[in-house]
């Protein structure tokens, strides 16, 4: 393994940058998670992911940021199909059980008005 010769500026300047950035992108966050969006958790982790990298390249340097980014595509792609699958197929469920609830609730009322 090659050493980096540390650049305490740069290191510095682009620990600042990354710890502003992410402090802007958590009120993103809660923004939309106020907003209830749906699906979103995945998202903020890629578009985080993403900027953390973008803030590494001034010290690392953009080809082994970019090699990085390909990890995390690669490891990150699974997980975001799971995720959004799994949120999916719970929303059909909690439509198949209110509906079921609903009718129920409407058979007993049909039932109880003879």
């Known amino acids: 393994m090659q050493l980096i010769d540390v650049n305490q500026t740069v290191f510095s300047l682009s620990l ?3 710890l502003i950035l ?3 992108f ?3 966050v809660r923004w939309t998670s106020k907003k209830k969006w749906i699906g979103q958790t995945a998202w903020a982790v890629v578009i985080g992911v993403s900027f953390t990298l973008l803030t ?3 010290f690392f340097g953009l080809e082994n940021v970019a090699r990085m980014f ?7 792609t699974p997980m975001i199909i799971e995720y959004l699958m799994r949120v999916q197929q719970e ?3 909690d439509n198949e059980k209110a509906k ?3 009718s129920e609730l409407f ?3 049909q039932a109880g008005s003879r």
């Open 16 to 18: 600042v940058g990354a």
């Open 91 to 93: 929303i059909r469920e």
């Open 70 to 76: 390909c990890y995390f595509a690669a490891s990150g």
């Open 26 to 28: 958590a009120a993103l």
């Open 56 to 58: 590494m390249i001034p």
């Open 22 to 24: 992410g402090s802007f």
């Open 100 to 102: 079921s609830l609903a």
């Open 107 to 109: 058979n007993d009322r």
